[in-house]
């Protein structure tokens, strides 16, 4: 059994949190924050450790999501994983992220997701196949994606 | 004309002026040129800076100098200010090659005020193949210059108003494309709130039954969101493939059943159909799928429900063909046409102007669907 994901929840619309705080729930790993803003994001980076964060692009102070993605980068402490209805707002460089989730995401598309980023995370290079609405960022494309199943 | 043979011509001329031209007067061709309307003059190149040695009354008039000050001089007192500086390059080229050459050039008078110069100048040689002097001709153009002018200035200015309505109407659609974005921005996060409800809702359920029920409402939701997701992820939102949507829905759904012993076999030729029959089909192949998934495959003596579930997408001219087929119990035993997912798949398959059939595959299952598929037209926004 690998090592369950903490995980980090930037997101401003509250029942989209909860459902992702319930589906990571189900999926066995641990939610160790929501925020819902730049400025809530960068406190929560700072106070507690988490593996993977889950970065919506449109926040209750703007479009931040690029910019938390950025502070989390610095730190070094997460992983990024984008989750947007808008990917076309992500800069070609993904601000060091692994890849975005699109929205609207299903919930089986959810659950393979957590399962890929988990083996990603814990014993890279995940050997799960990448599931549909997930796409890597071109970094990890070329040290994730030729090793998958 | 036999002073030709006698005397050099620049020769000739020059007396023609020094003297009044004694000569000049019982010449025809001379005369001619000193009283054509046409200004001409006549410079020596064989002498320091290739002065004028002869200018009829016409040059004067166009200049407004007196012959006195003319006489001897380089042409280049004509330039002034504003005269185009490559202009006189291309002239002063034409006469060290000694090559004939038409330019225009804006001249100045004697009282300053400019006039278009249609320069005519070449090199006339004597019989020995000598340069003996330069001819050159003077026309004042600037009536056909200024409507040259007015012309360019209009085209200039229609340019322009095109150049500002193109860049009006691309601020338009600039506007259009955002707003788009937009709405299809919180379309996507309003599909993804109601599959939300539904799953928190689910989640609270104690009844098996209900709990069934809101597992149904949300793949046919889910269903219509990779649709929208799908069709906003390519660039031309008028059309969507059919294919890569039925290759998602499958191994969602499988993966999504936890059946792994369920395996899929996908015959699928990239197909593209109008954005407004994407969502019917994708109900539909939903509905089918599911169904196989639910009803096709009963539990073996070994405790498992293995099975396979096939999708075939082909289309055979003008017409686009799905086939969902399952080698399960087949559906002899089925209730008939009461049950909610029939009815939508048939009322579905009305909407699309399709046929539709149930064949026995013995063993299992095949749904035949075939409609219409006009090709698709790129770039055609409906
Ligand atoms: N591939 C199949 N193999 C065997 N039986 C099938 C198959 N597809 C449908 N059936 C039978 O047809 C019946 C009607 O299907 P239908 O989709 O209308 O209802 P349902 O799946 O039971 O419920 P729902 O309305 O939620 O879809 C099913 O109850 C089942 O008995
Ligand atoms: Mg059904």
Redesign the interface.
């Known amino acids: 059994m690998i090592e369950p994901l903490k995980v980090l929840i930037v997101e401003d619309e509250a029942l989209l949190a909860m459902e992702l705080e319930g589906l990571v729930e189900d999926a066995g790993h641990s939610v160790v924050g929501w925020a819902t803003s730049l400025t809530e994001a960068r406190t929560m980076v700072d106070t507690t450790a988490a593996d993977i964060a889950f970065v919506d692009i449109h926040l209750t102070d703007g479009p931040t999501g690029v910019e938390v993605a950025e502070y989390i980068g610095q730190k070094k402490n997460a992983m990024v994983v984008f989750m947007t209805a808008n990917p076309k707002r992500i800069p070609d460089h993904f601000a060091g992220a692994i890849g975005v989730i699109a929205k609207p995401y299903t919930m089986n598309g959810l659950t393979s997701a957590l399962r890929y980023l988990q083996e990603g995370v814990r014993r890279p290079p995940p050997v799960s196949v990448l599931p549909s609405g997930f796409t890597l960022s071109p970094a990890f494309e070329t040290v994730w994606a030729s090793s998958g199943a | 004309m036999d002073w030709k043979r006698t005397r050099e011509p620049a020769d000739a001329w020059r007396m023609t002026d020094d003297l009044h031209a004694e000569h000049g007067k019982g010449d025809p061709f001379a005369a001619a040129i000193r009283a054509t309307r046409m200004s001409m003059i006549i410079t020596d190149p064989r002498q320091q800076d290739n002065p004028i040695v002869f200018a009829n009354d016409a040059f004067l008039r166009l200049t407004g100098y007196e012959r006195d000050e003319v006489m001897g001089k380089n042409c280049r007192f004509l330039q002034g200010p504003k005269t185009d500086k490559a202009a006189v390059d291309k002239v002063r080229a034409a006469i060290e090659d000694r090559a004939d050459i038409a330019v225009d050039l804006l001249n100045y008078r004697k009282d300053g005020s400019s006039f278009w110069n249609a320069l005519y100048i070449s090199p006339v040689s004597n019989d020995k193949g000598e340069l003996q002097f330069f001819f050159a001709s003077q026309l004042d153009v600037s009536d056909r210059k200024s409507s040259e002018h007015r012309v360019k200035a209009d085209k200039d200015r229609f340019e322009k108003a095109v150049q500002e309505r193109t860049s009006e109407l691309e601020a338009a659609l600039e506007a259009q494309t955002t707003l788009l ?1 937009e709405v ?3 379309v ?2 309003n ?3 109601i ?3 539904i ?2 809702q689910s ?1 609270t359920m104690k009844d098996e039954s209900t709990k069934q029920s809101l597992s149904t409402m ?1 793949a046919r939701i ?1 269903a219509l ?2 649709v ?2 799908r069709l906003y ?1 390519s660039k031309d939102v008028s059309r969507f493939d059919v294919s890569d949507f039925a ?2 829905l499958v ?3 499988l ?2 059943s936890g059946r792994s012993e369920i395996k899929s076999t996908l015959d699928l030729e990239p197909i593209v159909i109008s954005a407004e029959k994407a969502t019917p089909v994708a109900l539909m192949v939903n509905e089918l799928v599911t169904n196989a998934l639910k009803h096709a495959f009963k539990e073996k003596p070994d405790g498992t429900r293995a099975g396979r579930i096939g999708i075939k997408m082909s289309q055979p001219d003008g017409h686009f063909n799905i086939e969902v087929s399952d080698d399960g119990v087949g559906m002899a035993d089925a209730s008939g046409d009461a049950s909610f997912g029939m009815r939508l798949i048939k009322s579905l398959a009305r909407q699309l102007r399709a046929d539709i059939e149930w064949r026995d595959a013995g063993p299992g299952t095949k749904v035949i669907i075939s409609m219409p598929n006009e090709p698709q037209q790129k770039g055609n926004v409906s």
């Open positions: 974005h299809d921005h919180r996507k996060n599909l993804q709130m599959s939300s409800l799953i928190m989640r949300l889910e969101s990779t929208h997701r992820q290759r998602d191994s969602d759904l993966t999504a």
